[in-house]
């Protein structure tokens, strides 16, 4: 059983940067992603990791300005999130999974409970 809490959302204007967290306790050699659900939209797939780190993957609306990170020392992985944009206000969650498939589907078997992101512009 693995349980996840996220942390590290705000109220941040257009331009700005934020950094989210995620503890997880348990096991953790899973991949690790992050999704959002914007309001009245349908959760998306956002960055995943791979256990050490060495691989990771994004979602290309955010390609080039977010980056996933982990430290396997402190059960945490870690969304730094820069020139954020309004489109990118959500709800974002946590995920884990030993099946990088499992989250690439967007049906992991761990989610974390949320932390909300709003951007303004």
């Known amino acids: 059983q693995v349980q996840l809490v996220e942390s590290g959302g705000g109220l941040v204007q257009a331009g700005d940067s934020l950094k989210l967290s995620c503890v997880a306790s348990?096991?953790?050699?899973?991949?690790m992603g992050w999704f959002r659900q914007a309001l009245g939209k349908e959760r998306e797939f956002v960055a995943v990791?791979?256990?050490?780190?060495?691989?990771?993957t994004y979602a290309d609306s955010v390609k080039g300005r977010f980056t996933i990170s982990r430290s396997n020392a402190l059960n945490t992985v870690y969304l730094q999130m820069n020139s954020l944009k309004p489109e990118d206000t959500a709800v974002y969650y946590c995920?884990?999974?030993?099946?990088?498939?499992?989250?690439?589907?967007?049906?992991?078997?761990?989610w974390g409970q949320g932390t909300q992101v709003t951007v303004s512009s």
């Open positions: 348990g096991r953790n050699s899973y991949y």
């Open positions: 990791i791979n256990w050490n780190g060495g691989y990771t």
């Open positions: 995920a884990s999974d030993p099946s990088f498939a499992r989250l690439q589907a967007r049906s992991p078997l761990y």
